[in-house]
């Protein structure tokens, strides 16, 4: 029988987990298979640290939410929003499952066409659309989400030389209970500037108003804002059928759900104040169907859901590097997951599971990056065991937007996997390679020599 190693005994002030009647909790959770796969045979044969997708998740949290919607309304169309996750194989994920586009910039909408999506299924957001990316989206009928006066005339004056019609919607902020109000991106409905940019384009030629959009936040862990938004733009859709006798084709509710990731500085577990889709969709369909728009002219409800959707879906598995005692006598231990790979972090209390079991005793602990930085901090205070170099850990729910605002920094950017449904492991995204991040550097001739 091995020789148990020696634990030295610490008294440290409790700044993790929270003691009930019982005490502390002292077991923690192991992670050591995703799908059916082994965590270690994962690392030993893709490296570490390693993105892994599961299919089935992605698959499953689809259908819970188009469920959840399609009951309550007659005409429900998802539309995958590419900024939350926009490798390829994850994009065609929820198109198979029957969800259209949702992009925010020109990068991204080609993206979507590459993917084969065809034009008429891209709703494309954002702020900032070139004249080209406005005329690819005309030409290839997109649905356009005006964002600003300056973006519709360039619209009016596009449209002036081209053959066909413009199909646009605007995006509308307001006020819906929430704090921060997101006031920066669309027309206001309380000032007017929302029903100003409607009368405009309601008598401009070449452009059809065909939605109502809004996206009134991110990560809203209440559904009753989610009402008055909707409240709001089915009474702009009212009243543009009263004024000019057009119908709105449909209302866009964007996204904004929350996942089952913990905020910092909440005091309760994500995954238990989550509302569940059942919950947001009441909301929206409610105000909706009690609004005054007539039963033979309900508008298509689209939902951008990104987060909701794909956040449980993905996991983060690495590597201890060490641990060590910092200078107020804490635990800390390094591991080769960085902010660079785990962006989050910087906004979420991340779960982190070893993936074997191992000690029942745990202490108060910062989990740190392998970064050259001080922020590179993965966890402040979580309660967990020790672990010893070499041993593997599990980050859960990292699939939402930690695949797009990774950055090539210190490390390269490792494998990402998806496991399909018959627990095959697929590469999706190969690690990066010196070569080829050097392939995208030129060398002004001066300093080329040796």
């Given at each position: 029988?091995?020789?148990?190693?020696?634990?030295?005994?610490?008294?440290?002030?409790?700044?993790?987990?929270?003691?009930?009647?019982?005490?502390?909790?002292?077991?923690?959770?192991?992670?050591?298979?995703?799908?059916?796969?082994?965590?270690?045979?994962?690392?030993?044969?893709?490296?570490?640290?390693?993105?892994?997708?599961?299919?089935?998740?992605?698959?499953?949290?689809?259908?819970?939410?188009?469920?959840?919607?399609?009951?309550?309304?007659?005409?429900?169309?998802?539309?995958?929003?590419?900024?939350?996750?926009?490798?390829?194989?994850?994009?065609?994920?929820?198109?198979?499952?029957?969800?259209?586009?949702?992009?925010?910039?020109?990068f991204e909408y080609d993206k979507a066409l590459s993917n084969g999506i065809p034009g008429g299924q891209i709703i494309f957001n954002g702020p900032d659309k070139s004249d080209?990316?406005?005329?690819?989206?005309?030409?290839?009928?997109?649905?356009?989400?005006?964002?600003?006066?300056?973006?519709?005339?360039?619209?009016?004056?596009?449209?002036?030389?081209?053959?066909?019609?413009?199909?646009?919607?605007?995006?509308?902020?307001?006020?819906?209970?929430?704090y921060p109000q997101w006031d920066r991106f669309g027309f206001n409905y309380e000032n007017g500037e929302a029903w100003n940019a409607i009368n405009r384009i309601m008598l401009?030629?070449?452009?059809?108003?065909?939605?109502?959009?809004?996206?009134?936040?991110?990560?809203?862990?209440?559904?009753?804002?989610?009402?008055?938004?909707?409240?709001?733009?089915?009474?702009?859709?009212?009243?543009?059928?009263?004024?000019?006798?057009?119908?709105?084709?449909?209302?866009?509710?964007?996204?904004?759900?929350?996942?089952?990731?913990?905020?910092?500085?909440?005091?309760?577990?994500?995954?238990?104040?989550?509302?569940?889709?059942?919950?947001?969709?009441?909301?929206?369909?409610?105000?909706?169907?009690?609004?005054?728009?007539?039963?033979?002219?309900?508008?298509?409800?689209?939902?951008?859901?990104?987060?909701?959707?794909?956040?449980?879906?993905?996991?983060?598995?690495?590597?201890?590097?060490?641990?060590?005692?910092?200078?107020?006598?804490?635990?800390?231990?390094?591991?080769?997951?960085?902010?660079?790979?785990?962006?989050?972090?910087?906004?979420?209390?991340?779960?982190?599971?070893?993936?074997?079991?191992?000690?029942?005793?745990?202490?108060?602990?910062?989990?740190?990056?392998?970064?050259?930085?001080?922020?590179?901090?993965?966890?402040?205070?979580?309660?967990?065991?020790?672990?010893?170099?070499?041993?593997?850990?599990?980050?859960?729910?990292?699939?939402?937007?930690?695949?797009?605002?990774?950055?090539?920094?210190?490390?390269?950017?490792?494998?990402?996997?998806?496991?399909?449904?018959?627990?095959?492991?697929?590469?999706?995204?190969?690690?990066?390679?010196?070569?080829?991040?050097?392939?995208?550097?030129?060398?002004?001739?001066?300093?080329?020599?040796?």
């Amino acid at each position: 029988m091995e020789k148990l190693k020696y634990e030295r005994p610490v008294i440290n002030k409790i700044n993790a987990g929270t003691p009930d009647k019982f005490g502390m909790n002292t077991r923690v959770k192991v992670i050591d298979e995703i799908d059916g796969v082994k965590v270690s045979e994962l690392l030993k044969k893709y490296g570490s640290p390693l993105y892994v997708i599961s299919e089935k998740t992605v698959r499953d949290n689809y259908k819970d939410a188009y469920r959840a919607f399609s009951n309550r309304y007659p005409k429900v169309q998802f539309a995958w929003s590419y900024k939350t996750n926009y490798l390829d194989a994850v994009c065609r994920i929820f198109h198979d499952e029957g969800s259209w586009a949702e992009v925010v910039s020109g990068f991204e909408y080609d993206k979507a066409l590459s993917n084969g999506i065809p034009g008429g299924q891209i709703i494309f957001n954002g702020p900032d659309k070139s004249d080209e990316d406005l005329l690819k989206a005309i030409d290839n009928s997109s649905f356009i989400h005006i964002d600003h006066f300056d973006e519709l005339y360039s619209i009016i004056r596009l449209t002036k030389n081209t053959n066909k019609k413009a199909k646009v919607a605007i995006r509308v902020n307001m006020d819906t209970g929430i704090y921060p109000q997101w006031d920066r991106f669309g027309f206001n409905y309380e000032n007017g500037e929302a029903w100003n940019a409607i009368n405009r384009i309601m008598l401009a030629d070449n452009i059809d108003l065909v939605g109502l959009h809004t996206h009134i936040g991110t990560y809203i862990m209440t559904p009753q804002p989610y009402y008055v938004a909707a409240s709001k733009l089915s009474e702009l859709a009212v009243r543009t059928h009263k004024k000019y006798d057009h119908a709105i084709k449909y209302i866009d509710m964007g996204g904004g759900f929350a996942s089952k990731n913990t905020l910092k500085g909440a005091y309760l577990p994500g995954k238990d104040t989550c509302p569940s889709f059942d919950d947001y969709a009441d909301a929206i369909t409610n105000a909706i169907l009690n609004s005054e728009i007539k039963p033979d002219n309900l508008p298509v409800l689209f939902l951008e859901t990104g987060r909701a959707l794909i956040d449980d879906a993905g996991y983060l598995l690495g590597t201890v590097l060490a641990n060590k005692r910092l200078a107020n006598a804490r635990r800390a231990t390094i591991i080769d997951i960085g902010v660079n790979l785990l962006f989050t972090s910087f906004w979420y209390q991340h779960e982190i599971y070893p993936a074997k079991e191992c000690s029942n005793v745990t202490e108060d602990t910062t989990i740190y990056g392998p970064l050259c930085m001080n922020i590179d901090i993965i966890r402040d205070a979580v309660q967990f065991p020790v672990l010893q170099k070499g041993d593997h850990v599990v980050i859960p729910r990292i699939g939402a937007y930690n695949m797009t605002q990774w950055l090539q920094f210190i490390t390269l950017r490792p494998n990402v996997v998806l496991i399909d449904n018959d627990k095959n492991v697929n590469i999706i995204r190969e690690k990066e390679t010196l070569e080829a991040f050097k392939n995208l550097e030129k060398i002004p001739g001066h300093l080329n020599g040796k």
